[in-house]
């Protein structure tokens, strides 16, 4: 009847007899000698092939207030300006003395 359905991977390539109910074609029995009578629903293939299930809460994506990166480059930025000694002009030494 055009339908698809999952029978599982051991059933690739094999003729299967297949056992169904006329009035519920939502899942058929499959049977194949040597194995025990198989269930198969419908196949549901979506857009891409299906839900992606959710996420739990703490594994979305939430919107960042800080950057510790950032904190870490401002704070050793603080750091060096704090150690950086003033640069001193010899010129501005030398007018004061009155030489050249």
Do not use: C
């Amino acid at each position: 009847m055009d339908q698809k359905y999952e029978v599982g991977l051991s059933f690739i390539g094999r003729q299967v007899d297949v056992v169904y109910d006329p009035a519920d074609l939502e899942e058929l029995t499959i049977e194949y000698e040597g194995y025990s009578p198989w269930r198969a629903k419908k196949l549901v293939i979506g857009g891409r092939s299906g839900k992606r299930p959710t996420l739990p809460s703490d594994l979305q994506a939430s919107k960042a207030d800080s950057s510790r990166l950032l904190k870490a480059a401002e704070q050793k930025h603080q750091e060096r300006k704090k150690d950086q000694a003033p640069a001193v002009s010899f010129r501005a030494v030398w007018k004061e003395n009155g030489d050249v």
